[in-house]
């Protein structure tokens, strides 16, 4: 079974100071994960992935995520923050080498709050 | 259309009616996902289609659910004799396949917003 927890379920930061969303997964299998962002009102649009490449993934709008398999982590950084990024962050497992049609398990999800 | 498609946007009824959901994939899509996303329980996988058959029905939380899919392109997920805990956002969500060892991204559509009063 794969499980997937979000440390925070909120985070507040000031305006050009760093982000850390922190994701720990559980996976039977070799996992791939996601981060997804759904800003309000808006539909899940996927930032970045892991897939057993790079460990270090970059994805849209300045993020990036590192893949620790010792940690079974995946957190989400960003160097700089900005007001645009205020949003709720899904991190999401899949497991792969199943027949399970990539069924996605989400975390609980981390709601951004950018100060100005 | 460049997206995934959902209809209605917002849909309101009244307890024990039934409701249809509509999904039209990215064109090309073999794989579609229905998921639902409610306060309290999150985010949570209901079913998904390889082409038209849904070889893992396991996540529909009762058998007042229902889905289908058509011609490999849209789905219609069917909630009968409404219940208020359904009250829900449901998203649909498509990738360029399924299962294996690649993994593929899914693309979600925007929604149907479900109240039942």
């Known amino acids: 079974a794969q499980s997937v927890t979000q440390l925070d379920s909120h985070v507040s930061v000031s305006e050009g100071t760093p982000v850390l969303l922190r994701c720990n997964y559980s996976?039977?299998?070799?996992?791939?994960l996601f981060w997804y962002v759904q800003h309000p009102n808006k539909g899940l649009q996927l930032l970045l992935k892991?897939?057993?490449?790079?460990?270090l993934v970059k994805g849209i709008n300045g993020f990036e995520a590192e893949f620790k398999k010792s940690e079974t982590s995946f957190h989400l950084t960003k160097p700089s923050a900005h007001m645009s990024d205020a949003a709720e962050y899904f991190c999401?497992?899949?497991?792969?080498?199943?027949?399970?049609?990539?069924?996605?398990?989400f975390g609980g999800g981390t709601r951004l709050m950018v100060k100005p | 259309g460049a997206g995934v498609s959902q209809s209605p946007s917002n849909k309101v009824t009244e307890k024990g009616k039934d409701v249809e959901l509509r999904c039209d994939p990215i064109?090309?899509?073999?794989?579609l996902y229905w998921y639902r996303q409610s306060l309290g329980q999150g985010l949570e996988f209901l079913i998904y289609?390889?082409?038209?058959?849904?070889?893992?029905k396991s996540g529909l939380p009762s058998d007042r659910f229902s889905a289908e899919r058509t011609g490999g392109s849209v789905s219609t997920l069917t909630i009968q004799r409404t219940q208020q805990e359904d009250s829900a956002v449901y998203l649909c969500?498509?990738?360029?396949?399924?299962?294996?060892?690649?993994?593929?991204?899914?693309?979600f559509g925007p929604g149907t917003r479900l109240t039942v009063t």
């Open positions: 999401v497992v899949s497991d792969r080498g199943r027949n399970a049609g990539n069924m996605l398990t």
């Open positions: 064109s090309g899509h073999t794989a």
């Open positions: 969500a498509s990738s360029p396949d399924y299962g294996g060892l690649r993994a593929y991204e899914q693309y």
């Open positions: 996976s039977s299998y070799s996992p791939s």
């Open positions: 289609f390889q082409g038209n058959s849904a070889p893992d």
């Open positions: 892991y897939t057993s490449a790079a460990t």
